[in-house]
């Protein structure tokens, strides 16, 4: 089978064990569930390896170099790398700027960008957040000011996920200063290695540096890398988001966790305690509750129709699930839960941080979680905002 291979006429069942087989015998084992994102240096061979498959980008239409996959079918690959332990790539590219080019992007730029986001050759980061303008996005301040052919970029942006390893940036900036606040802001793309670009690493809870702060200064963006039209980018940068909504929700980092904890429960013969058991025994009841919601919204995809606002329960839940497994496998760890990384116990290794450190954020990245209630209440009950 190669590239021109229609995988959606292919039955759910022979397709998910041919992912599951690659995944199983292709994926690198040291790679498996890994503690933090990789850096492209890491990851890179693998990235390299699925463009050589045609597999880098399995929502794209077959006309651009993706698998055209069916929502059923995209539904499976993801699930199937999710249950295998494989890591995100530097997906930006694959997941965000790709799509959005083959919706709005000129032919010029589809030309241009799409084939170097299979090859590897770019890789890009999102500029979306900056101080003061997260939850508040459309407060966004770093402005592009039109001179001849440029755009000339000045601000900050932060909170940029691994912009070390960008060779390229997408970015929300204000072109209108009168508009409405959401009325005079554009999408532009820019070169992370264009003069006046300067990254500062942020280093999280967990000692990594998985993020950076980015700063412009004078920067040149030619005219024509503007996506869409111009003062029309809000529209375009939200249609992104609702690409990640259902996969923010998925249970498969709570289920990593709690079998986790199950082992630890068994090691440290916890299951004689009754108070802690009746802790863990209501966590597992919402994890199930959990995967019967997700199993829903997948449904709706799968079925190919679009989410509605009551998507946001599942990342609710789901992050707060996940925070509240994290915090009981400290409880389960005793007076050893301070120590990071891997802690041998009596022969066995377990390293209860990592799920804590990464069940912290779960709730912030993606819309915060208050945000999420302020859109179940406003446009699922119909309360006021
Ligand atoms: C791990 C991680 C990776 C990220 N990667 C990227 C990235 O690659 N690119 C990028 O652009 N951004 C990225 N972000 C930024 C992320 O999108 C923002 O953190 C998020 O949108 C929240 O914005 P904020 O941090 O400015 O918090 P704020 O908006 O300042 O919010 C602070 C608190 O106030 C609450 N709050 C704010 N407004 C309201 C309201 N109206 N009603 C009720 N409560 C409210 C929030 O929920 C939150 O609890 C990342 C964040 C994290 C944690």
Redesign the pocket.
């Known amino acids: 089978m190669n590239a021109t291979t229609d995988w959606n006429a292919l039955s759910d069942e022979d397709f998910r064990l041919l992912v599951r087989q690659f995944f199983r015998e292709q994926y690198p084992e040291h790679l498996r569930y890994p503690k933090t994102r990789l850096r492209w240096a890491q990851i890179r061979d693998w990235y390299l390896m699925l463009s050589k498959k045609g597999w880098l980008a399995p929502a794209w239409p077959v006309e651009y170099g993706g698998m055209g996959l069916s929502p059923a079918k995209l539904m499976i690959f993801t699930e199937e790398g999710e249950r295998r332990g494989v890591a995100r790539a530097p997906d930006?590219g694959i997941t965000m700027v790709g799509p959005l080019l083959i919706q709005h992007g000129s032919e010029a730029q589809k030309a241009y960008y799409l084939p170097k986001i299979l090859s590897g050759e770019h890789i890009w980061?999102?500029?979306?957040?900056?101080?003061?303008?997260?939850?508040?996005?459309a407060s966004l301040r770093t402005e592009a000011v039109l001179d001849g052919e440029h755009f000339v970029v000045n601000g900050q942006?932060?909170?940029?996920?691994?912009?070390q390893d960008a060779t390229h940036i997408f970015l929300l900036v204000r072109t209108d200063k009168s508009a409405k606040k959401q009325e005079g802001i554009s999408f532009l793309l820019a070169d992370m290695s264009t003069p006046g670009i300067e990254r500062r690493p942020i280093r999280?809870l967990a000692g990594h540096e998985?993020?950076c702060e980015c700063f412009f200064h004078d920067v040149r963006v030619p005219r024509e890398n503007i996506v869409g039209e111009l003062n029309r980018g809000w529209t375009i940068a939200k249609a992104l988001l609702g690409f990640e909504r259902i996969f923010l929700g998925s249970p498969k980092q709570s289920q990593y966790a709690i079998a986790r904890l199950e082992e630890l429960i068994v090691h440290r013969g916890l299951t004689a305690d009754a108070a802690f058991m009746d802790a863990y025994a209501r966590l597992k009841l919402d994890l199930l509750d959990h995967m019967a919601l997700y199993e829903r919204f997948a449904d709706q995809v799968r079925r190919g129709e679009t989410l509605g606002p009551d998507v946001s329960m599942l990342k609710i839940i789901g992050t707060e699930n996940y925070q509240r497994i994290a915090q009981l496998m400290l409880e389960a760890a005793g007076s050893a839960a301070g120590l990071v990384g891997d802690v041998e116990l009596d022969g066995e290794s377990f390293d209860w941080l990592t799920s804590y450190y990464n069940s912290r954020?779960?709730?912030?990245?993606?819309?915060?979680?208050?945000?999420q209630?302020?859109i179940l209440a406003t446009q699922l009950l119909g309360l006021k905002?």
């Open positions: 930006m980061c999102q500029g979306y957040s900056e101080p003061n303008a997260g939850s508040d996005l942006k932060t909170w940029t996920t691994l912009a999280n998985e993020f954020p779960a709730t912030i990245y993606g819309g915060a979680n208050e945000i209630r302020n905002s």
